[in-house]
Structure formats: structure tokens, C-alpha cells
């Protein structure tokens, strides 16, 4: 496990302590302070993933990320201040992978990283479970045939029952479920004041499968309607 | 296979329409507009038109002619006789003829008599009036009917009508147009003079006697050569005419005192019952109560009447009298034209009606012909309309309304009435010769009225052309515009008016002065002097008021688009107007409005803009922050106060990022800046999801919450994430600030179309009065130690203002309640 990874921003402290946090996880870090210096440094093979802000001087990330998405196809994490929904919207139609808002979490931003590199290198396993019918979203792939659920790769345990909840919303991706839905469907009963139970199960599956089960990225609530699966490319 | 145009059963006109109709329709739902000529739609609709415009007419002009000659003629039933023999006025002509050849037979000399059978008299049965010659003053023609007559002796005037020129005055003896009769010798004539020229009625007449006169061929002879060919209840068919002699046809015979008539060989009834009375026909002498006179015993009277009466002239050079067709003649005529008149009615109804019926069955195309004459009739000005309107009113009624006897009557309702004195069939006759005085006038204001109203319904309003209306509208529109200067307009309108009248009348008397020779060049110069002063005061003022009315006016308007908020335009007037430093300082609020509310904007502007600028710049330092903290804390060999130390780092440096966020979003909601994504949702299941989703800060807290939400779903249109963040900040003020073991309250009520949920807790500290707790950083307490950021309700309440929600706080004593109100849809 001795990935580089290319940390980009303006500020060095920044990206001095993203630098420590990753080099613990045992990743090589390369650091540039620019939008130029990073597209000098993204183009180096051994470079496998790239940490780019968004606001730098001389080019900025988003317009650094296009170069080098000309170049290369390899994993970019966009880190900004910009925490507006619009401002993620465009950041991952630029073509990064993920979108990070400041100020981050240290910790989850390592497992982001993990996580991208892993189906980064995963991609060929990836291919090869389509043809036995996986169900693949995301970081997840799910065996629907063995109810074996993987997340980067990762084997999840989950119990039966979130097992048919996570069954039912990821074979039904953007679909919206009321929680009686879910009630009657997975334990076959009338549902009467389910909404905290099955809000338990799914809290309980999200952090197994959420890198920040806080800010899911996966299970949604659909506030006021239900729940339902994030499509994710 | 399509059978409609193949089956010989069906119409192939309908069929065709049918098809057209079809084409018509689908062109009009593919929006297009088409104009559909159907084969000679034309043709149709001017025979349609035509058809209705001849029915029509024709129809109406018959009734009303018909009904106009049954008024004037003052009898309900129209004179209307297939032979003129079987009239009233022929019998009466008949008997007065026979009391003529009586008088002859009895030795005597008949007066002369007026045969005017028109004259309106006393009593309705007398058919004749006697005209003494010594009380005829003048007879005198007064239009082409129109005779009047005067009688001195009685005092009274009266007004004939007749329906011919005939009125005999005379019968020969006098001359027919000269007023003055002069009486001829009268041993010189004989009795029988004023009848041997008549060619209408033949006579023999043998007096007591045995003296004859006749003017028959043959005399004697000729009647009973007459009785033989149609001796009564015999015909004689070797003529080949029936009971006829000469073309004569009616006979009258007088003998022994009796009268028997014989008319086309048939004998018919004169004495009825042998009273006489005002049913009874004959006018002759023989009834019980009409006896034969002694002077009539051994008379014989023998007359006969020419079925077709002909038209002679004559003179009697022996008197030098002119004498024509008689009055036989003039009956034929009469009821000849009469008959001939109700029958063209009779036809020209009928045709209008045939008309009427082609115009039915082409109904369906005249709409194109109406539409045709309304495009023609639309560039008509609308006082043209009302002018010519007006003249067919003038057309059609003023020969009646100008008469005033015809208003006498319909005041009155008498006076040419058949029974005399009032009578409501008289006053209805009255009505409809006032009303039918004119029936092509009439006519022309129907088709009029018509035309105007098919304009009416053919064209917008818009396209209706008026001289007047866009000068009404200027005056309307201006009058509403400014009113202040219309009014002052007005006044000194007024008052040049009067300095201008005043001018006048000096003037007049000056001139008047002149004009009767009075010295006057002094007078002149003292006065004139005067008047044009007056005259230039007048007109200076005027205008310096007028230019004032209209400065202020513009004034006014300009106040209103300050008002409206207009403040772009300064108001610019001339250099010497009365009101250009009222109008400069105006500007100057203007301008000073604008500037404010430049700035206002610019400012506000400018905070949105500095919030999100200090907030993204916030984070940048803050981000340092933290994974700093998190490294420190990650380190081990750290004494155990730096680690504490390093603790209380992080943690007040993860409210630090909390309150930027909220710092930053309510300052996007202030600004109207929140975008919002509305959708349909339950409201109940949004407030059980949220708490559900907060059930570990509830579970943890040692509150208990009492939860009152319906089973059904509460729909509103609300953003789910923001309205989320509202409860959630609802309910975590409630966690924070409730007393410790007390409970919150949570209800979701449906009323008034609306959804209120509500929060209510008991405050752990007291609450202060006449706080906004919404406002931005305030808190119950202020000294501001616990870990809110002070922003939760207001985030709260701005979130659920963007969502188009109210938002609502209460308190009492320590009781702190808020009320989120949603309408349902």
C-alpha cells in the first residue's frame, strides 16, 4: 500500500496536515500548491489519486481537473469551501470522483481516499461481477444469489433483516419507500408506527456501509415522503 | 367501401355537406383558418338574402297597406264584394233612382241630390244628404280626395272624404263646378232631363197620366222585351246570356205599388218582412210602414242597370251642363279597385310568404350574405346611423303625428268613429292609421333597425366607426388624467366667458350709441379704452392661468410617479413658471430617494455578499483548525492537560464550523437568496422521520415527549431538507432549553385549510418578556454560556418563510410554544 497521492491547495498547512493524516495511512504524498504545479504532477504514472481545492491561485481546481482528466483517468477528490449543492453538483460533472466541503473530517477524508483507491484498483473485479449478476452502486456490489454485500471490496456483515431492507432499496435504486412499505415487505405485518423501527435498522446499515453516516451518500431519507437508494455512477 | 356516396337512398347534397363539414372541422383543429367556398356558396347567399329581404318586405308591406285601407276606410269589415250590384251603396243608388223616376211619375221634378255616399252624418243608415241650393256656399277641391262643404244655415263644417273625384253635386240642372246654381226655366225641360243621357240606367216611366218618359231603345217595348227574355224564374238560353237585355241584367219594376226586382233572371226578395228598418235592403215605397203615396196610383216605373256600366262623356247643349258615367259607374269602379286592391295584397302576401319559405329552407347560407352586408355596413359612422334612423322615424310617422286630428282621435278615441262617441275599436283604428301612416317608411326603419342590429352582431365593437367617440375619449381620458388641471381649466374658462360677454355688451351699447347719432368720438375713447384693457387682462390671465393649470397638472402627475416609485425622470419646467421651485424641490426628494434607495439596495447587496465571503474565508483557517486539533489529539505522548487542552481545541473549534454554516444560511434566507426545491409531502410522516431520526438525543435527554400526530397524511408543498432542519432545530431547542423531567409537546392540527404543527416546552431558565427569539443570536438567556448558536430559530423561521410556511412564537410565563403553519394542497 504505498500509493502516491497528489494533495493540491493554496494553503500548506492544509496541505501539510492532509499529508500527515495519509502518510499514517501509509500513502505516499506528493504536494503541490497550485492549479499548474498540479498539472505538472498529475501527469506522473505514479501518481494514483488526486486531493485538488477548488479555489487556488493561477488555475483553479475545477479547471486543473479538466487538463488532467485529457491526460489521465484516475481518481480526483474535490476539496472546497463551497458547500452549496450546486457547488457539488458541478464539481462531480467536472469529473471528480468525490466532493469533499471544508472543513473536513481528517479521518473520513483518509477512508474516502481508501475507498476511491480500492475501486480504482477493484475495477477489473468490478467488470467481472457484472456477468454474475451483481448488483454494483457506488463503492457497493451486492450478490443478491449469496446476499453478500461489498463495499470497496470489503465483505459487510449485515443482519437478516437489514439485509432485506438493503435488498429492497438496492435493487430498486432512486426509488422512493414510505416506511410502511418497508414494514410490510420485510417483516409481512401491517405497519402502525413503524417509522422509528425501520429508522433504526436503517441508521444501523449506514454505519456499516457510509464512510460518513452523518452526511450519507447512499441511503437517503426522502424528508416528509421515505427512503430510498442514491444512484451513484 | 364508403356507401355514402354510393347509396342512391341518401341525398348526395347532404352527404357533400356532411364532407365539407368535415373538412371545415378538421381545418379548425389543426388551427388553421380556411375559407371554404362551397360550390356557389355565393349564389346561395344572395338567394338566401334575397329571399328573406323580398318575404319579408313583401309580407309586411301587404299587411300593412291592407290594414292602413281597413282603418281609413272606419268599417271593421273590409268592402270587399264579389259584384258590385250586391252592395249597400248600389241598393241605395238603386232606390234613390226610383225615388227620382217617382217623383217624375207622380208630375214632380226631383231636387237635386248629392249623391255622396262617403258624408259622415247623424245617423249611419242615411246614405244621402240633401244639399238645398240656396245652402251650398262652396265646394272646393282641396287635393285629390279632399272636398269640404259648409253649410251657413246650420252653422257647422264638416269634412267629406270620399275615395273618388265623383262627388255629384248636381244632377245637370247647375253647372257642376260653380258654386252659385242658377235655376233654368223650367217649362222648357223635362223632368226626366238629368237622366235621358245615361247610358248606366235605363228607364221607362209612365205617369197616372199615361205620360212616358224613357231613354230606352224602344221604351216600353224594350222592357218587355226585356221581361220576356228574363221574365222572373225563366231563362232564355237562345241569347246565351242569361236574363239579360242590352247588357242590362238587374231590373226594377214599379207597378200597382209594388216594386219587384229581377237580377240575372232571378226574382228576388225587396219587402223582407214589410217593415221597414235599418236591416231592411230597398229603400222604396210599399212596406207597411213605407206606404205606396195616392200620387203613385197608375204609376209604373220600369229601370234596368247595366252589369258592366261604361264610361261616357256628354254635353247637354240645351243647358250647356256636361254630364259623365254616373254614379253607377263610379259604384262598378269602386268596388272594382277595392276588390282588386285586397287581391294584390292577397298576392303579394302570398309571394313574401313563398319567399319566406325559400329563405327557410337557404337559411343555413345567409350568414354569409349577413356577414358580407355587416363588413359593407361597418364603415358606416355611427351618426350617420343615428341620422338616418332618425329620418325614417321622421319618414315614417310625421305625416301621422303632424296631422292633429289623428291625435285628436287617438286622445279621444271619437270623432270619426262608426258608433260615434268613444269607442275602443275607433281608438285602435286610430292607432293603426297613425302607426300605418306610412308603410314603405315603415319599411325602411324595419330594414334599418335590421341592419344596424346584424352590424351589431357581426362586428366587434372596436370596429365601429363614431365621428364623436374619439373626441369623447380624449375628453374622458384627459379629464381623468389630470384632473386638478381641468378643473382650474374650467374656472377661468368661466371667467374669460364672462370678460368676453362683458366686452360684448360695451361694445353693442357703444355701437348702439353710434348708430342713433349720439356725439361720440369722446364716448369712444372713454370707453373703448376700457374694453380692450379688459380684453387683454383677460386674455393674459387666461393664458398665465392656463399655463399654470398646466404646470400643476404635470406636478401632480410626477407626485404620482414618485408615488409609484418612478424616480428616474426629474420634472423639468420652463424658467418662468410659477411652480418651477415647487418642481426643483420635488427633484430634490427624487433625487434623494433615488440615492437612498441606491444605497439600500447596494448595502444589502453588499452583506449577502460579505456573509459569503467571510464565511467560505472562515473555513479556510477553520479547516486548518481542525485537523490540527485532530492531529494534537492523535498524538500520544501529549501530557495529559495538553490533551485536555487539545479536547476543548476541537470542540469549540466544530461549534465555530457549525455556526458558520448557520451564519451563512440564514443570511442567504434573510436575502431571499435560500433556494428551496418544493415538493408534495406529508407533514405528519416528515415529523415522525425527524423524530426518529433524532431518537438518540431523545433517548438520551430525561424529557419525554408527548406526540399527538394524525394517522392520515397532512399534504403541503414544502422543501423536505429545509423543513427537516426546522423541526430539527425546533426540537433540539427543545432538548436544550426544556426543564429538566418535564415534557414536550408535539402536535400536528388540520384546520382552515391549514396544517399547524407545534412545539411546546417548559423553559428551564425564566423566559424574558417582549423578546423577538427568532431574531438572530438571541436567546432566553442571555449570557450566552450554552452551546447554541443563537441562530436556531431563526434559521427556523427563515427556512420555513422560503418554504412559503408561517412561522410563529409564543410565550407565556414559561411556556415557550412554536407554531409552524403550512396551508394543505
Known amino acids: 500500500m504505498n500509493e502516491c497521492i497528489l494533495v493540491v491547495d493554496d494553503d500548506p498547512e492544509i496541505v501539510r496536515a492532509i499529508a500527515i493524516t495519509l502518510e499514517r495511512e501509509g500513502y505516499q504524498v506528493r504536494r503541490a500548491y497550485d492549479g499548474m504545479e498540479a498539472l505538472d504532477q498529475a501527469l506522473d504514472p505514479a501518481v494514483k489519486l488526486i486531493l485538488i481545492d ?78 454474475q449478476g451483481l448488483l454494483i452502486n457506488g463503492r457497493l456490489s451486492y450478490d443478491p444469489a449469496g446476499r453478500v454485500l461489498r463495499a470497496d471490496g470489503d465483505e459487510v456483515k449485515l443482519t437478516p433483516t437489514e439485509t432485506k431492507i438493503f435488498e429492497l432499496l438496492m435493487k430498486h435504486p432512486g426509488q422512493i419507500f414510505p416506511a410502511e412499505e418497508i414494514y410490510r415487505r420485510i417483516w409481512n405485518e401491517d405497519a402502525y408506527s413503524c417509522e422509528n423501527t425501520v ?30 437508494m442514491e444512484q451513484h455512477g | 367501401m364508403d356507401t355514402k356516396w354510393n347509396s342512391m337512398d341518401k341525398d348526395p347534397g347532404e352527404a357533400l355537406e356532411r364532407f365539407v363539414a368535415e373538412e371545415v372541422r378538421e381545418a379548425v383543429e389543426a388551427g388553421k383558418t380556411v375559407k371554404v367556398l362551397r360550390p356557389g356558396g355565393r349564389v346561395m347567399a344572395f338567394a338566401a338574402f334575397l329571399a328573406f329581404f323580398l318575404g319579408v318586405t313583401l309580407t309586411l308591406s301587404s299587411l300593412g297597406t291592407a290594414a292602413n285601407r281597413v282603418a281609413w276606410e272606419r268599417d271593421p269589415v273590409p268592402r270587399f264584394a264579389e259584384d258590385w250590384q250586391e252592395t249597400e251603396r248600389f241598393r241605395s243608388e238603386v232606390s234613390s233612382y226610383l225615388r227620382d223616376f217617382l217623383t217624375i211619375g207622380a208630375g214632380g221634378r226631383p231636387d237635386f241630390y248629392c249623391y255622396d255616399y262617403w258624408l259622415e252624418a247623424e245617423e249611419g243608415s242615411e246614405l244621402g244628404c240633401v244639399l238645398q241650393e240656396d245652402t251650398v256656399h262652396a265646394v272646393e277641391e282641396a287635393g285629390d280626395r ?141 212596406y207597411d210602414n213605407f206606404p205606396v203615396s195616392e200620387d203613385l196610383e197608375g204609376v209604373t216605373v220600369h229601370m234596368a242597370v247595366r252589369q258592366d256600366p261604361i264610361r261616357y262623356y256628354g254635353v247637354d247643349y240645351r243647358t250647356g251642363n256636361s254630364y259623365s258615367s254616373g254614379s253607377m259607374y263610379s259604384i262598378a269602379q269602386q268596388v272594382e279597385e277595392t276588390r282588386s286592391f285586397y287581391r294584390t295584397q292577397a298576392a303579394l302576401f302570398a309571394a313574401g310568404l313563398a319567399c319566406l319559405f325559400v329563405w327557410f329552407c337557404l337559411r343555413k347560407h345567409r350568414l354569409m350574405a349577413d356577414r358580407k352586408i355587416a363588413a359593407w355596413t361597418c364603415r358606416v359612422w355611427t351618426e350617420a346611423r343615428f341620422l338616418l334612423v332618425l329620418a325614417c322615424l321622421w319618414w315614417a310617422f310625421l305625416p301621422g303625428i303632424a296631422n292633429l286630428d289623428f291625435v285628436y282621435e287617438l286622445l279621444y278615441g271619437y270623432g270619426y268613429g262608426w258608433d260615434g262617441g268613444y269607442s275602443f275599436t275607433a281608438w285602435g283604428m286610430a292607432v293603426l292609421r297613425l302607426v300605418l301612416s306610412n308603410v314603405p317608411g315603415l319599411l325602411a326603419l324595419i330594414w334599418l333597425v335590421w341592419l344596424i342590429r346584424n352590424d351589431h352582431r357581426h362586428n366587434p365593437r372596436e370596429a365601429r366607426r363614431s365621428l364623436l367617440r374619439p373626441f369623447f375619449r380624449a375628453l374622458r381620458a384627459r379629464d381623468l388624467k389630470r384632473p386638478v388641471e381641468k378643473r382650474l381649466s374650467r374656472r377661468v374658462a368661466l371667467f374669460v366667458l364672462l370678460a368676453v360677454l362683458l366686452a360684448a355688451e360695451m361694445l353693442s351699447i357703444l355701437i348702439n350709441m353710434t348708430l342713433i347719432g349720439y356725439p361720440s368720438w369722446l364716448l369712444w375713447t372713454v370707453y373703448l379704452l376700457p374694453v380692450l384693457l379688459l380684453a387683454w387682462a383677460a386674455a393674459a390671465l387666461a393664458r398665465r392661468e392656463l399655463g399654470l393649470a398646466k404646470d400643476l397638472g404635470r406636478l401632480a402627475d410626477q407626485v404620482e410617479a414618485v408615488r409609484a416609485g418612478d424616480l428616474s425622470k426629474p420634472l423639468i419646467l420652463p424658467e418662468d413658471a410659477d411652480l418651477r421651485q415647487t418642481a426643483e424641490r420635488l427633484n430634490d426628494i427624487q433625487a434623494g430617494m433615488k440615492a437612498a434607495l441606491a444605497e439600500q439596495t447596494r448595502s444589502e447587496r453588499m452583506k449577502v455578499e460579505l456573509v459569503s465571503n467571510v464565511s467560505h474565508d472562515l473555513k479556510t483557517p477553520l479547516t ?50 435560500l433556494p428551496v426545491q418544493p415538493e408534495r409531502l406529508d407533514l405528519g410522516k416528515l415529523l415522525r422521520q425527524t423524530l426518529a431520526d433524532m431518537d438518540g438525543p431523545i433517548q438520551r435527554s430525561a424529557l419525554a ?53 407545534s412545539v411546546r416546552n417548559t423553559s428551564r431558565t425564566e423566559l424574558p418578556e417582549g423578546v423577538d427569539f427568532t431574531a438572530r443570536f438571541v436567546r432566553g438567556d442571555a449570557s450566552r454560556t450554552d452551546g447554541g448558536s443563537g441562530l436556531g430559530l431563526s434559521i427556523a423561521k427563515s427556512f420555513t418563510e422560503a418554504c412559503g410556511g408561517d412561522f410563529r412564537v409564543e410565550t407565556m410565563a414559561d411556556l415557550f410554544t412554536a407554531t409552524v403553519t403550512f396551508p394543505l394542497s
Open chain 2, 624 to 673: 486548518s483548525i481542525l485537523s490540527y486539533a485532530e492531529l494534537l489529539r492523535q498524538e500520544e505522548n501529549l501530557p495529559p492537560a495538553a490533551a485536555d487542552y487539545a479536547r476543548i481545541i476541537d470542540e469549540k473549534a466544530q461549534r465555530l464550523k457549525s455556526m458558520v454554516q448557520d451564519v451563512f444560511e440564514v443570511s442567504r434566507a434573510a436575502a431571499d437568496q
Open chain 2, 146 to 286: 279632399w272636398w269640404t262643404f259648409e253649410t251657413i244655415d246650420k252653422g257647422t263644417s264638416g269634412t267629406a272624404y270620399v275615395t273618388g273625384p265623383e262627388v255629384r253635386v248636381d244632377l245637370g240642372s247647375a253647372s257642376s263646378s260653380s258654386a252659385s246654381v242658377v235655376p233654368a226655366p223650367e217649362k222648357e225641360r223635362d223632368p226626366d232631363e238629368a237622366f235621358q243621357n245615361d247610358k248606366n240606367v235605363l228607364y221607362f216611366i209612365e205617369t197616372a197620366d199615361r205620360k212616358t218618359y224613357s231613354n230606352a231603345e224602344g221604351g216600353r217595348s224594350f222592357f218587355q222585351e226585356a221581361e220576356r227574355l228574363s221574365g222572373a224564374g225563366t231563362v232564355d238560353f237562345s241569347t246565351g246570356v242569361q236574363g239579360q237585355k242590352d247588357g242590362c241584367n238587374f231590373f226594377l219594376t214599379f207597378q200597382n205599388g209594388r216594386v219587384s226586382i229581377v237580377k240575372d233572371g232571378v226574382s228576388l226578395d225587396v219587402y223582407g218582412n214589410g217593415f221597414y228598418d235599418r236591416d231592411s235592403l230597398w229603400f222604396v215605397p210599399g
Open chain 2, 705 to 757: 415527549f408527548k406526540i399527538d400526530l394524525p394517522e392520515e397524511p397532512v399534504m403541503i408543498t414544502a422543501d423536505g431538507k429545509r423543513l427537516y432542519r426546522v423541526f430539527q432545530n425546533l426540537i433540539d431547542n427543545a432538548l436544550r432549553y426544556a426543564l429538566e423531567g418535564s415534557r414536550i409537546y408535539l402536535a400536528l392540527k388540520i384546520g382552515e385549510g391549514r396544517a399547524a404543527a
Open chain 1, 54 to 131: 477548488v479555489m487556488m491561485p493561477r488555475l483553479d481546481g475545477l479547471s486543473a481537473l479538466l487538463r488532467i482528466r485529457e491526460k489521465r483517468n484516475l481518481p480526483v477528490i474535490v476539496l472546497s469551501a463551497k458547500s452549496e449543492d450546486t457547488d457539488k453538483i458541478l464539481g462531480l460533472s467536472m469529473g471528480a470522483d468525490d466532493y469533499v466541503t471544508k472543513p473536513y473530517n481528517p479521518q473520513e477524508l483518509a477512508a474516502r481516499v481508501k475507498s476511491q483507491l480500492r475501486r480504482y484498483t477493484l475495477l477489473g473485479d468490478v467488470h467481472a461481477g457484472e456477468k
Open chain 1, 199 to 228: 429508522m433504526v435498522h436503517i441508521r444501523r446499515i449506514r454505519e456499516k456501509i457510509e464512510l460518513n453516516p452523518k452526511e450519507p451518500d447512499y441511503i437517503k431519507v426522502v424528508w416528509g415522503i421515505g427512503y430510498k
